[in-house]
């Protein structure tokens, strides 16, 4: 079982930044990828950046060169840095865990929400 846990979100002006972070109830070294989905209100929950199993990342394209992913192995976090954020970049942010043989863990969602 793991538990995910997101802080970070809020309101944010066009332009600007905003971290998000997802602590985990366990190390992240057991889970095999981790990431960051978002929904935004009448659309389906897409990827915006994660980890993979080899430790490389992918991003989408829509966030590419605004947003970085990072991870601190030691305090079992994931974090996602939102830099030049726009008014589409609104949405519920979920941290997502996938560890094989089991599934998919999520977070409770955090709020962005990002004003023109």
């Known amino acids: 079982q793991v538990h995910l846990v997101e802080s970070g979100g809020g309101l944010v002006q066009a332009g600007g930044s905003l971290r998000l972070s997802c602590a985990a109830s366990r190390s992240i070294f057991s889970i095999n990828i981790m990431g960051w989905y978002r929904q935004a209100p009448g659309k389906q929950r897409e990827l915006v950046a994660r980890?993979?199993?080899?430790?490389?990342?992918n991003y989408a394209n829509s966030v590419k060169g605004r947003f970085t992913i990072s991870r601190d192995n030691a305090k079992n976090t994931v974090s996602l840095q939102m830099n030049s954020v726009k008014p589409e970049d609104t949405a519920v942010y979920y941290c997502?865990?996938?560890?094989?043989?089991?599934?998919?863990?999520w977070g409770q969602g955090t709020q962005v929400t990002v004003s023109s």
């Open positions: 997502n865990g996938w560890v094989a043989g089991v599934g998919d863990y």
């Open positions: 980890f993979t199993s080899d430790g490389s990342t």
